[in-house]
Protein backbone atom coordinates (compact mmCIF):
# COMPACT_ATOMS: atom_id res chain seq x y z
CA UNK A 1 0.00 0.00 0.00
CA UNK A 2 1.41 3.54 -0.82
CA UNK A 3 1.65 5.53 2.29
CA UNK A 4 3.11 9.01 0.44
CA UNK A 5 0.44 11.35 1.75
CA UNK A 6 1.17 9.98 5.32
CA UNK A 7 1.88 12.71 7.65
CA UNK A 8 4.97 11.96 9.90
CA UNK A 9 5.03 14.02 13.02
CA UNK A 10 8.37 13.96 14.64
CA UNK A 11 8.80 14.96 18.44
CA UNK A 12 11.81 16.40 19.24
CA UNK A 13 13.85 18.52 22.25
CA UNK A 14 15.91 21.48 20.78
CA UNK A 15 15.86 23.97 17.88
CA UNK A 16 18.56 21.91 16.84
CA UNK A 17 16.96 18.36 16.93
CA UNK A 18 13.41 20.35 15.20
CA UNK A 19 16.14 21.87 12.25
CA UNK A 20 17.55 18.31 11.67
CA UNK A 21 14.56 16.46 11.55
CA UNK A 22 13.15 19.07 9.10
CA UNK A 23 16.08 18.76 7.38
CA UNK A 24 15.05 14.86 7.23
CA UNK A 25 11.89 15.52 5.35
CA UNK A 26 9.53 15.28 8.21
CA UNK A 27 5.96 16.84 7.96
CA UNK A 28 5.32 18.05 10.88
CA UNK A 29 7.08 19.00 14.37
CA UNK A 30 5.99 18.33 18.19
CA UNK A 31 8.07 21.19 19.65
CA UNK A 32 9.22 20.08 23.33
CA UNK A 33 12.12 20.51 25.94
CA UNK A 34 13.13 18.31 28.75
CA UNK A 35 13.15 14.88 27.48
CA UNK A 36 13.83 13.32 31.12
CA UNK A 37 10.42 14.45 32.01
CA UNK A 38 8.19 13.55 28.93
CA UNK A 39 8.64 16.25 26.99
CA UNK A 40 7.64 20.44 28.76
CA UNK A 41 6.96 23.66 27.20
CA UNK A 42 9.59 25.05 25.55
CA UNK A 43 11.62 28.42 26.60
CA UNK A 44 10.48 31.60 24.96
CA UNK A 45 14.14 31.95 23.51
CA UNK A 46 13.70 28.45 21.83
CA UNK A 47 10.26 29.40 20.65
CA UNK A 48 11.36 32.66 19.28
CA UNK A 49 14.03 31.28 17.33
CA UNK A 50 12.27 28.47 15.49
CA UNK A 51 9.57 30.15 13.76
CA UNK A 52 11.57 32.36 12.11
CA UNK A 53 13.45 29.00 10.62
CA UNK A 54 10.84 26.48 8.89
CA UNK A 55 7.93 27.20 7.07
CA UNK A 56 6.70 23.05 7.69
CA UNK A 57 3.91 23.05 10.97
CA UNK A 58 5.91 23.23 14.42
CA UNK A 59 3.22 22.48 17.16
CA UNK A 60 5.13 23.19 20.97
CA UNK A 61 3.80 21.02 23.67
CA UNK A 62 2.36 23.27 26.21
CA UNK A 63 3.07 21.36 29.60
CA UNK A 64 4.32 23.13 32.65
CA UNK A 65 6.23 20.53 34.53
CA UNK A 66 6.76 16.66 34.34
CA UNK A 67 4.89 13.80 36.01
CA UNK A 68 0.57 14.00 35.87
CA UNK A 69 -1.69 15.87 33.95
CA UNK A 70 -4.07 17.08 37.11
CA UNK A 71 -3.31 20.77 37.25
CA UNK A 72 -3.75 23.50 39.97
CA UNK A 73 -5.19 26.46 39.04
CA UNK A 74 -2.07 28.44 39.14
CA UNK A 75 -0.53 25.94 36.44
CA UNK A 76 -3.50 26.44 34.21
CA UNK A 77 -2.71 29.95 34.32
CA UNK A 78 0.51 29.70 32.91
CA UNK A 79 -0.56 26.75 30.66
CA UNK A 80 -2.67 30.01 29.26
CA UNK A 81 -0.02 32.52 29.46
CA UNK A 82 2.33 29.82 27.44
CA UNK A 83 -0.68 28.76 25.00
CA UNK A 84 -1.11 33.01 24.22
CA UNK A 85 2.95 33.12 23.53
CA UNK A 86 2.64 30.72 20.66
CA UNK A 87 -0.43 32.08 19.03
CA UNK A 88 1.07 35.16 19.00
CA UNK A 89 4.53 34.38 18.17
CA UNK A 90 2.43 32.99 14.43
CA UNK A 91 2.27 28.95 16.12
CA UNK A 92 -0.34 27.18 13.55
CA UNK A 93 -0.80 24.56 16.68
CA UNK A 94 -0.04 23.53 20.09
CA UNK A 95 -0.29 20.21 22.28
CA UNK A 96 -2.03 20.09 25.36
CA UNK A 97 -3.24 17.18 27.58
CA UNK A 98 -5.55 17.50 31.01
CA UNK A 99 -6.98 14.59 33.17
CA UNK A 100 -9.49 15.40 36.30
CA UNK A 101 -8.57 13.64 39.19
CA UNK A 102 -10.39 10.97 38.47
CA UNK A 103 -8.69 9.98 35.11
CA UNK A 104 -12.14 11.52 33.11
CA UNK A 105 -10.79 14.29 30.34
CA UNK A 106 -11.17 18.02 31.62
CA UNK A 107 -13.16 19.15 28.79
CA UNK A 108 -13.97 22.36 30.74
CA UNK A 109 -10.72 23.61 30.92
CA UNK A 110 -9.81 21.49 27.57
CA UNK A 111 -12.52 23.91 25.87
CA UNK A 112 -11.67 27.18 27.53
CA UNK A 113 -8.02 26.20 26.26
CA UNK A 114 -9.05 25.47 22.17
CA UNK A 115 -11.30 28.50 22.07
CA UNK A 116 -8.15 30.52 23.27
CA UNK A 117 -5.96 29.35 20.59
CA UNK A 118 -8.32 29.60 17.44
CA UNK A 119 -7.62 29.61 15.06
CA UNK A 120 -4.70 27.44 16.07
CA UNK A 121 -4.72 23.46 15.93
CA UNK A 122 -4.77 21.57 19.27
CA UNK A 123 -3.83 17.95 19.79
CA UNK A 124 -4.80 16.64 23.04
CA UNK A 125 -1.34 14.06 23.55
CA UNK A 126 -0.70 11.13 25.59
CA UNK A 127 -2.55 12.09 28.40
CA UNK A 128 -5.23 10.37 26.63
CA UNK A 129 -3.36 7.43 27.37
CA UNK A 130 -3.97 7.81 31.32
CA UNK A 131 -7.42 8.27 30.86
CA UNK A 132 -10.20 5.77 32.34
CA UNK A 133 -12.44 5.24 29.67
CA UNK A 134 -10.33 5.14 26.26
CA UNK A 135 -13.79 5.50 24.24
CA UNK A 136 -15.45 8.38 26.56
CA UNK A 137 -12.34 10.10 26.30
CA UNK A 138 -12.37 9.71 22.43
CA UNK A 139 -15.89 11.29 22.64
CA UNK A 140 -15.29 14.37 25.07
CA UNK A 141 -11.69 15.18 23.35
CA UNK A 142 -13.90 15.46 20.25
CA UNK A 143 -16.45 17.82 22.08
CA UNK A 144 -13.48 20.11 23.39
CA UNK A 145 -13.16 20.91 19.54
CA UNK A 146 -9.06 19.23 19.75
CA UNK A 147 -8.03 18.22 15.99
CA UNK A 148 -6.61 15.23 16.80
CA UNK A 149 -5.52 12.95 19.60
CA UNK A 150 -1.84 11.18 20.10
CA UNK A 151 -1.88 7.67 21.74
CA UNK A 152 0.01 4.64 22.23
CA UNK A 153 -2.83 2.96 22.46
CA UNK A 154 -2.99 2.84 26.70
CA UNK A 155 0.03 0.93 26.71
CA UNK A 156 3.82 2.07 26.58
CA UNK A 157 4.35 0.72 22.93
CA UNK A 158 1.87 0.76 20.22
CA UNK A 159 3.03 -2.09 18.69
CA UNK A 160 1.02 -4.00 21.30
CA UNK A 161 -2.16 -1.57 21.17
CA UNK A 162 -3.16 -1.82 17.72
CA UNK A 163 -6.41 -3.55 17.86
CA UNK A 164 -7.48 -0.33 20.23
CA UNK A 165 -5.92 2.15 18.42
CA UNK A 166 -7.51 0.62 14.73
CA UNK A 167 -10.82 1.08 17.10
CA UNK A 168 -10.38 4.03 18.21
CA UNK A 169 -9.46 5.15 14.62
CA UNK A 170 -13.09 3.46 13.76
CA UNK A 171 -15.13 5.21 15.92
CA UNK A 172 -13.66 8.74 15.39
CA UNK A 173 -15.22 8.24 11.70
CA UNK A 174 -13.17 11.15 9.94
CA UNK A 175 -14.79 13.43 13.30
CA UNK A 176 -10.57 13.49 14.89
CA UNK A 177 -7.40 12.22 14.00
CA UNK A 178 -6.15 9.24 16.08
CA UNK A 179 -2.41 9.66 15.64
CA UNK A 180 -0.44 7.04 16.87
CA UNK A 181 2.95 7.25 18.48
CA UNK A 182 5.70 5.54 20.61
CA UNK A 183 7.24 3.15 19.33
CA UNK A 184 7.46 3.70 15.40
CA UNK A 185 9.99 3.38 13.47
CA UNK A 186 10.97 2.74 9.84
CA UNK A 187 11.06 -1.15 10.20
CA UNK A 188 7.42 -1.08 11.67
CA UNK A 189 5.45 2.02 10.26
CA UNK A 190 4.01 0.74 7.41
CA UNK A 191 2.22 -2.00 9.65
CA UNK A 192 0.97 0.18 12.04
CA UNK A 193 -0.63 2.58 9.19
CA UNK A 194 -1.82 -1.15 7.75
CA UNK A 195 -3.80 -2.02 11.00
CA UNK A 196 -4.68 0.86 11.96
CA UNK A 197 -5.82 2.95 9.11
CA UNK A 198 -4.66 6.20 10.09
CA UNK A 199 -3.64 8.60 8.19
CA UNK A 200 -0.71 10.67 10.65
CA UNK A 201 1.86 8.72 12.14
CA UNK A 202 4.60 10.14 15.24
CA UNK A 203 8.11 9.16 15.88
CA UNK A 204 10.36 10.77 18.20
CA UNK A 205 13.34 8.90 16.35
CA UNK A 206 15.27 10.04 19.18
CA UNK A 207 19.55 9.33 19.08
CA UNK A 208 21.89 10.41 21.73
CA UNK A 209 24.26 13.60 20.90
CA UNK A 210 27.18 13.30 22.44
CA UNK A 211 29.64 16.54 23.55
CA UNK A 212 31.71 18.36 21.39
CA UNK A 213 33.98 19.75 23.93
CA UNK A 214 37.39 18.77 23.96
CA UNK A 215 37.27 19.73 27.89
CA UNK A 216 35.02 17.80 30.63
CA UNK A 217 36.08 18.74 34.21
CA UNK A 218 37.21 15.14 35.90
CA UNK A 219 35.30 15.70 38.82
CA UNK A 220 32.30 16.33 37.37
CA UNK A 221 29.79 13.47 36.96
CA UNK A 222 26.58 15.07 35.04
CA UNK A 223 26.00 12.82 31.94
CA UNK A 224 26.71 15.86 29.08
CA UNK A 225 25.02 13.70 26.07
CA UNK A 226 21.62 15.95 24.82
CA UNK A 227 18.66 14.30 22.74
CA UNK A 228 18.29 14.70 19.09
CA UNK A 229 17.00 12.88 16.24
CA UNK A 230 17.90 9.97 13.74
CA UNK A 231 18.44 11.45 10.24
CA UNK A 232 18.99 8.22 8.91
CA UNK A 233 15.63 6.95 10.74
CA UNK A 234 13.65 9.70 9.67
CA UNK A 235 14.79 9.34 5.81
CA UNK A 236 13.91 5.69 6.11
CA UNK A 237 10.67 6.00 7.81
CA UNK A 238 9.64 8.51 4.51
CA UNK A 239 11.24 6.11 2.39
CA UNK A 240 9.04 3.34 3.53
CA UNK A 241 5.65 5.12 3.71
CA UNK A 242 6.71 6.04 -0.05
CA UNK A 243 6.71 2.70 -1.04
Not at 85 to 94: D, I, R, S, T
Amino acid sequence: MNHSKIILEVAVFSVEAALAAIAAGANRIEFCENPSEGGTTPSYGSLKTLIGLTTIPVFPIIRPRGGDFLYTNTEYESIKADLDLVKELGYPGAVIGLLNADGSIDTKRTSELVALAAPMEITFHRAFDRCNDPFKGLEDIIKTGCKRILTSGQVPNVLDALPLVKELVIKAAGRIIILPGSGIRANNCSLILNETGTCEIHSSARKAINSNMTYNAPLMNENMISMGVDVTEIKNMLLNLAL
